[in-house]
C-alpha cells in the first residue's frame, strides 16, 4: 500500500519517537508508535482506516455506548487483523474478550481498574489516559499511559489545558511507563515532539485525514 506524504511523516516520527523512547527505557512489551483512536461521529468508519494503517501500528476503539458498538468492533477487528495492527477497546473490557482484541484502554476516571484487568488479562496491552501530574505519577499496572492535549485539539480533549511540549514533557517525567502523545498532533507539527520523551503519536482527524483508502 502506498502512503500519503502525510501518512509516511506522521508513521516516521513515531517510529523515531518509539526507538528514541525505547533506547532510553525499554518497555516491557512491544508498543505501537502510532495510536489510532476512533470517535463513533467524528470517524464514522474506523474500519476504512485501520485497514490502511501500516504493521505494528494500533487502533484504540472508543463505542461510548453505540448501538452497533459489536458491529463495528468486529469489523475492526477483522480489518486491524488483515493489516497487522493491534486493536484495543475504550473501556469495555468485556466487548474487548467478545471481538477478541489486543487489550483495553481505560480513561482517566477508570484507571484504578488496571490493576484487576492486568490480572484478569495478563496477556493484554493496558493503556490509559491521563491530563494531569497527579494522575500520571498514580498510575500503576498500565503498559503506556496518553497524555493530552499536547496541541489544540478537538473533541474531549479540546476542553482541557493544552499542555505544550514543556508542558508535556513535564507530566513525562513523572510517568512510571511509556508515554504517548495526544492531541492537535498532525503532519506539520509532529516534528516538535522530537526530543519529547513520547515513545509514540495518537491521534484522531489527523490519523484518519493521512491514512484514508
Request: proline content about 8%.
Amino acid at each position: 500500500m502506498t502512503l500519503s506524504e502525510d501518512a509516511r511523516t506522521l508513521w516516521q516520527t513515531a517510529t523515531a519517537l518509539a526507538r528514541a523512547a525505547a533506547a532510553v527505557s525499554p518497555p516491557k512489551r512491544p508498543l505501537p508508535p502510532l495510536l489510532f483512536f476512533t470517535d463513533p461521529a467524528r470517524t464514522p468508519r474506523p474500519w476504512e482506516t485501520a485497514a490502511c494503517l501500516p504493521v505494528g501500528a494500533g487502533v484504540v476503539f472508543r463505542h461510548f455506548g453505540a448501538a452497533d458498538a459489536l458491529e463495528t468492533g468486529l469489523r475492526l477487528r477483522a480489518a486491524t487483523q488483515a493489516a497487522g495492527v493491534r486493536l484495543l477497546v475504550g473501556l469495555d473490557a468485556d466487548l474487548a474478550e467478545r471481538i477478541e482484541a489486543d487489550g483495553v484502554h481505560l480513561p482517566e476516571r477508570a484507571l484504578s481498574a488496571a490493576y484487576a484487568l492486568s490480572g484478569r488479562r495478563p496477556d493484554w496491552l493496558l493503556t490509559g489516559a491521563a491530563h494531569s501530574a497527579a494522575t500520571v505519577k498514580a498510575a500503576r499496572d498500565l503498559d503506556a499511559l496518553v497524555l493530552s492535549p499536547v496541541f489544540p485539539a478537538g473533541g474531549a480533549s479540546g476542553r482541557k489545558p493544552v499542555l505544550g511540549i514543556d508542558g508535556f514533557k513535564a507530566l513525562r517525567t513523572h510517568a512510571p511507563c511509556p508515554v504517548y502523545a495526544l492531541g492537535g498532533i498532525r503532519a506539520g507539527n509532529d516534528a516538535d515532539l522530537l526530543g519529547s520523551g513520547a515513545c509514540g503519536i495518537a491521534g484522531v482527524d489527523a490519523v484518519q485525514t493521512a491514512f484514508r483508502p
